[in-house]
């Protein structure tokens, strides 16, 4: 198990857990895996991350190793410009979704994808026996990446039929959650010639808007300002830019699932007989879709970095999380908020219906998710607990509990916090709300035991 790695990179409150010893001496064992330069530096808007930054150069130069700046990219930009530029890897200096007192790092390899679980195990071991390079012949230098953004937004236009897109004149509400897609999604709805309303637009690392992470409960500013403007779509980005939760026309806020469905139906149907991954917390209808298009599915634990890489040894055209992380695999395989969104345009330009009515044409189900704050020794224990009592249940990534053929409860631990994370589908919202009590009820007696 990995010690210092999450479900997504390594994030820990800044100068608490992730000191600058520690970012220095963590850059020191990417760097060695690395081996040489140049490495992409990039980094979303947290107060802390120009100082991080600034460690983080200066550990790769003292190894010998040379890297650029891109500045304020989301995570997506930096992985593409890491793929497409020609640099050894990156790392991205962020903690993506959560409060504005967390940072982090996560380093992506030179094919632009986050690194392997082996390849964090192989860092953790350079950094716990400092066995870092050493005394390097010549010292590294640090320099500016000024082409990151203009890479990223233009191979993201060549994956969609922007001509088409441009004719509509969409109008679209961009909620950027004073985060990272603030530098790029407005310049990419600008290219495919669409109206644009910002909402939370001004970069600020304390997330004053509605904080880091879009969820229904904090997205009522974008649902009103699509009803306002008569917008065709919302959507909202997540800190870092790489995660997108949309709004439809009507105002409605859609779960991850929904939204990746509609794609998943909108692509599938371009390029049958295609593989798609997710994760198990995923809805059950990727199966149904996938077969009406002579698509295959394979199921990961959660995690972008397992979805990710079971993208690319596979070839695989589409990869997703609920949590409204979409991978477009002709693109790159990792989650992209921007490139998300052009997909979504490509899918209303194409159609003659609105985003609702698309919606409303995907099979019936129901997802909810919740969680519960504690420990995680207290997590494994609820998790053992449950394994006894539900002995047939599928236990690769916590525990996935069958009710019915479509009905099921995941219960498992976070990556990135202390708190267990409980995820519930079923086939009416009466049942759905249902089984979410009535496992909320036992966890809590579990751990009061």
């Known amino acids: 198990m990995a010690k210092f790695f999450g479900t997504n990179g390594i994030r820990g409150v800044f100068s608490e857990d992730l000191t600058l010893e520690f970012v220095h001496d963590m850059t020191l064992a990417i760097g060695t895996y690395f081996k040489k330069g140049p490495v992409l530096v990039g980094?979303?808007?947290?107060?802390?991350?120009?100082?991080?930054?600034?460690?983080?150069?200066?550990?790769?130069?003292?190894?010998?190793?040379?890297?650029?700046?891109?500045?304020?990219?989301?995570?997506?930009?930096?992985?593409?410009?890491?793929?497409?530029?020609?640099?050894?890897?990156?790392?991205?200096?962020?903690?993506?979704?959560?409060?504005?007192?967390?940072n982090g790092i996560k380093p992506a390899a030179k094919d632009g994808v986050e690194?392997?679980?082996?390849?964090?195990?192989?860092?953790?071991?350079?950094?716990?026996?400092?066995?870092?390079?050493?005394?390097?012949?010549?010292?590294?230098?640090?320099?500016?990446?000024?082409?990151?953004?203009?890479?990223?937004?233009?191979?993201?236009?060549?994956?969609?039929?922007?001509?088409?897109?441009?004719?509509?004149?969409?109008?679209?509400?961009?909620?950027?959650?004073?985060?990272?897609?603030?530098?790029s999604a407005p310049d990419l709805c600008k290219m495919l010639n669409c109206e644009i309303f910002l909402v939370n637009e001004k970069i600020d690392g304390t997330f004053p808007g509605r904080g880091s992470e879009p969820t229904p409960q904090n997205l009522s500013e974008?649902?009103?300002?699509?009803?306002?403007?008569?917008?065709?779509?919302?959507?909202?980005?997540?800190?870092?830019?790489?995660r997108s939760i949309f709004c439809d026309n009507n105002g409605d806020i859609l779960t991850g699932d929904k939204s990746a469905l509609v794609l998943l139906q909108h692509l599938l149907k371009k390029n049958p007989n295609s593989l798609v991954v997710t994760c198990l917390n995923s809805s059950s209808n990727v199966e149904f879709l996938a077969d009406k298009f002579d698509s295959e599915v394979i199921r990961t634990k959660v995690g972008s970095v397992e979805v990710s890489r079971k993208m690319v040894p596979t070839d695989a055209l589409i990869g997703y999380e609920e949590n409204g992380g979409f991978m477009y695999?002709?693109?790159?395989?990792?989650?992209?908020?921007?490139?998300?969104?052009?997909?979504?345009?490509?899918?209303?330009?194409?159609?003659?219906?609105?985003?609702?009515?698309e919606i409303a044409n995907l099979p019936m189900s129901f997802t909810t998710k919740d969680k519960v704050s504690c420990s995680p020794e207290i997590i494994s224990k609820l998790i053992s607990s449950l394994k006894k009592e539900f002995p047939n249940s599928d236990t690769s990534d916590g525990i996935k509990i069958a009710i019915d053929s479509k009905s099921w409860v995941m219960i498992r631990p976070s990556g990135t916090e202390p708190i267990a994370r409980i995820y519930v589908e079923s086939e009416s919202q009466e049942k759905l709300d249902a089984l979410m009590s009535e496992y909320l009820a036992k966890i809590k007696f579990i751990l009061s035991q």
């Open 43 to 102: 980094f979303d808007g947290r107060e802390s991350s120009p100082i991080i930054c600034k460690v983080v150069t200066s550990a790769l130069n003292s190894i010998g190793i040379d890297c650029n700046v891109a500045g304020i990219v989301p995570t997506p930009c930096l992985e593409f410009a890491v793929k497409t530029l020609g640099y050894s890897g990156g790392l991205m200096i962020t903690a993506s979704h959560n409060p504005a007192r967390y």
């Open 329 to 357: 695999g002709k693109h790159n395989q990792v989650r992209d908020g921007c490139m998300t969104l052009a997909l979504m345009l490509d899918l209303l330009a194409s159609s003659d219906k609105s985003m609702s009515a």
């Open 222 to 242: 974008l649902s009103k300002s699509v009803i306002e403007n008569k917008a065709n779509v919302g959507i909202a980005f997540d800190g870092d830019g790489d």
């Open 115 to 183: 690194i392997s679980r082996e390849d964090e195990l192989v860092i953790e071991d350079i950094y716990m026996q400092k066995s870092w390079l050493k005394n390097p012949e010549k010292l590294g230098t640090a320099g500016i990446e000024r082409r990151a953004i203009e890479t990223y937004l233009n191979g993201i236009v060549l994956h969609v039929d922007s001509k088409l897109i441009g004719s509509k004149h969409f109008k679209v509400v961009l909620d950027l959650g004073n985060g990272a897609q603030a530098v």
